[in-house]
């Protein structure tokens, strides 16, 4: 398989899942049912955890390049670092996260459906460096990272893309807007994927050597997503325990996809 089909291949399928999420409109008839958006969001949430162990944290402490004891030290710098770059964006990026009313960041103009497409974008944005880091450490050679792992967290994220599509599409529709726009909208949502994995993979190709940082950092981004985003939303009203099941089987899933593809 040629480097360019590779390439087609990992930024398309986590975009096709957002899109079949984003399909589900076409299928609603009500709004959203609360406990289906809490078990989804949950399940997003463990296959985001378990990639970010998995295909991320793991791979950057074994090509650190340091002795057995201070692997970690990659690991921790890019992790926190990760953190701190969704902390930053968290706080000067207007806004809305789902079944809120008051938006967060900046204060702007923007009408509430822009502010949900943002707080999607900043969501989606670790996801795509996940991916481009991951494929780029591929693309090196001499990392020992193989297609296939690369290829488990693809489709992993394909999975956990589908509910976030359905989470976005949905809610619109509620709101009043057409079925067609809500689903645009969702598969808009999707969009930055494969552009923070473009950027993520270029400027990997220059530093090298640093890829164990940014397989970190991608790790740290997607983390601060689950505790900041997802597990509050999950605990929210009744029955927050279909979120930690939720969590579980995505968790599960991705650690599988990992292991037996990677």
């Not at 463990?46 to 692997?71: K, N, R, Y």
């Not at 996940?130 to 297609?147: K, R």
Request: with cysteine; net charge negative.
């Amino acid at each position: 398989m040629s480097g360019l089909v590779e390439l087609a291949v990992i930024v398309l399928i986590p975009l096709l899942g957002t899109s079949l999420g984003a399909a589900g409109v076409y299928f609603m008839k009500d709004e959203m049912n609360m406990n289906l958006q809490r078990w989804l969001l949950g399940f997003a949430g463990g296959v985001m955890t378990a990639a970010s162990v998995w295909s991320l944290l793991i791979p950057s402490m074994e090509l650190s390049g340091f002795s057995e004891h201070f692997s970690f030290i990659p690991a921790a710098v890019g992790f926190l670092l990760g953190m701190g770059f969704l902390l930053l964006l968290d706080i000067t990026v207007p806004h809305l996260h789902i079944n809120e009313d008051e938006p967060e960041g900046i204060e702007s103009g923007f009408g509430n459906t822009a502010m949900l497409m943002f707080a999607v974008t900043l969501h989606n944005i670790p996801e795509g460096m996940a991916v481009g880091v991951l494929f780029a450490g591929y693309l090196a050679g001499s990392t020992g990272i193989a297609f296939s792992t690369v290829l488990a967290l693809t489709i992993g994220i394909a999975i956990q893309n589908f509910p976030e599509g359905a989470i976005i599409s949905m809610p619109l529709k509620s709101e009043g807007h057409s079925k067609n726009k809500s689903f645009v909208y969702g598969v808009l949502s999707g969009a930055v994927e494969p552009v923070a994995a473009a950027i993520t993979i270029i400027a990997t190709k220059f530093v090298e050597p640093l890829l164990p940082y940014f397989l970190s950092f991608a790790a740290g981004a997607m983390i601060y997503v689950v505790v900041e985003e997802l597990i509050p939303e999950t605990a929210c009203g009744e029955h927050s325990n279909l979120g930690v099941i939720g969590f579980a089987i995505g968790f599960t899933l991705m650690m599988i996809l990992d292991v037996a593809l990677g």
